[in-house]
Each structure stands twice: as C-alpha cells, then as structure tokens.
C-alpha cells in the first residue's frame, strides 16, 4: 500500500487561491465575498470526496470499452498524441455546449455557473453528477482506439488547465487569445450579459468556438452568475434545484411533447415560476446572518476541519477500511450541509450538530468493539438534543440571536 499522492491538488489548489488573493488586494479590487468562497468550496470538497469513490470505475470503463469495442488500434506516437488533445478538446466543446441546451444536462452543470464571484474558487463549482455525465462522453476515446492510459493523462492535463481560466486578475494575454481558452474568454463564459450567454464554450483551444460560431470576445465588464441568480447558499438547494424545478415541470407539463421539452428542451424555454413556487416552499423566509468574527471564526473552522478531513482521507484512502470511508463521507457531508444552512441561519442546524456526534460515537464504538460508547453517546444525545437552554445557548453563540 503506498500514499495517494492526487491529495497534493488540495493544497496546490489553495496556494494558487493565495495567490489570486494577494494579487487581488493589490490591485484594490474585491473579488472575494465570504459567503460566496465557502459556498463554492464546499461544492468542491463533496466533488473531490464522491470523485474519491466513482474514478476508477469511470477508468475501468475506459479500459472494458477499449478492449472490448476499440474501433482502431491507435499507437502512442507524438502525432497521435496531438491528435487525441485536439479530439478531447473537441468532444468538451460539445459536452459544455450541450450541458448549456439541454435541461437534463444543464440541471447538473448549472451549479458551475452560480456563482457571482468570479475567481479561482469557482473552478472548484464541479459535482459529482457532471462528472457522470462528462466521463460519458470521454468514452468515445477508447472507443475511437486510444488506450485509456493516453486519455487519462490527457485529461489530468485538460483538467488542470480549466483551473487557469477562473480568474479577473489575469488580463488578455496578446497572441495567446487567438489560440487558447484565456481567462478572458472564459469570463465570458461565466457572464449574464445578453451579449456574452452561450459562448466561449472551449476548454482548451478557442478555435472550436469560432468554428462552430459561440465564439465572443471579452469587451464590456462582464457581470458574473446566472440571469435568474439563486438566492440561496443551501448546499443541498444549490445541487439539486433544477432537478426539482423539471420534476415539477414535468409534472405539470400534460402532453408528451411538453414533457419531452421538459427534459431535453432549452433551458430558456423551462417555466421560470416553477422555481418561484418550490423557494416559497423549500426556502421559507430567511433572515441574513449577521457576519460577526465568531460566526466567520466558527465556520471557517469546519472547513478548514473538512478540508483537512478530505486531504487525509485521500493520502490514507489504502489504509481506511469501509467503515472510515463510510464515516468521513457521511461527516464531510453533514458538515457542509451544516456549512450551507448556517450561512441561511437555518435553525435546525442544532439538530446537525448532534448528528455528526453520533458519527463520531459511532466511529469510535466500531473501532474500540464497545457498543457502550455508542449507548452512552446516543443517551447523551436524546437528553441534550431536547433541552431547550442548550439550544437556546447554542444559537446565541452561533448566530448572537
Ligand atoms: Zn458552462
Ligand atoms: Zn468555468
């Protein structure tokens, strides 16, 4: 067993974010807002976790597709390899293009785009649900005759480099935007001006954009996030709202046709009350957290916790045993659920935080063979689950209530 070395891109990711930051201050511009950075980290780390348990399926069914369907048999030779970046590059252009026309597939690349920040923590806004999706379509490689271990490299690289292009302190960048998908463009991409929806959809190379006509140049201050914005940090709301407005939809749709819009229709042409309608009922009334130094103090806390959590997890992956895997999963998740509702000062929070005490507990128990641990915490629980001053102390403490 060895160390998975894949967790140094957390802390890469984060030197590069220092960065940014530090040249952002610089430059006297304000490109970070607190609510909004710990949203779209924590929609990474639950990436980065799942992502942890769903890869090598995606690459073992690289592998079963090539040797059981290759089409041709392609040499590692140095055009071939030119040849399978351009392909690659080719085939995102279209899955990002598709993913902005298609509602089912613009249900799960919508939480890349929610976000009114612009900066490198909106390169971390992936789920878990793209990711089935995008690794899809990359299997039209091996299925061409690339070997799978050629794709994968390749796609570690095309990955890495989408990173880059997440950022407002990179100017243009000369000759550079005639070829590559620059910082520049890719603002554009994230835009809500009329004139810059639905382009820039490259990855890499910005010449398919200009083949296939989405191609705009980065003019006017580009304002960042979706033209309808979601109102809400809900990390559970953020990943599945769209989902639930084509339920929705769906339902109320009568005829076939309508229904089949629903799911493979313009996003544009989706009901845009549908979504009015489920905030009223999902999103009661909130009132805005008052951003004192202890609630920052005391949520910044979890995430660094989680982002030490999931690091761990990930260097240790060979040494943990289901019930670690099981328990760091649940936790991570339980805590940025809890991450999100506290920036709604969501009250039932409380009840969160003696859910991940029971996993804790339990861990332990597991661990030490001792079901008294487990009986004691979960008596602890009941008793101060139910009392009303502690709740009352905990929310004063957490939201100055
Ligand atoms: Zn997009
Ligand atoms: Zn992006």
Redesign the pocket.
Known sequence: MALNWTALAIPAFFIFLGLEYIASVRKKRNLFTFESSVANISIGIAERLMNLFVSASFYGLFYYIYDAFALFEIPATFWMWIILLLATDLIWYWY?RL??EINLFWAA?IV??QSEDFNYTVSARITIIQAFLRNAFWCILPLLGFHPAMVISILVIHGTYSFFTHTQVIGKLGWFEHVLITPSHHRV??ASNEKYLNKN?GDLFIFWDKLFGTFQREEEQPDYGLTHPLKSYSFMWQHFHYFMEMFAAFRKAETFSEKFRVVFGKPEDLDQQVRKVLERKFLPYKTQAKSTLRFKAYLTLQMIFTIAGLFSLILFIDYADLADKVFATLLIITTLVNCGALLEQRRWIYYLEYLRLFFVTALLSWHLGSAEILMAGALFIIFSATSDSVKRWYLKFVYDL
């Open positions: 990002h993913s902005h690349h890349h785009h991409h994230h959809y």
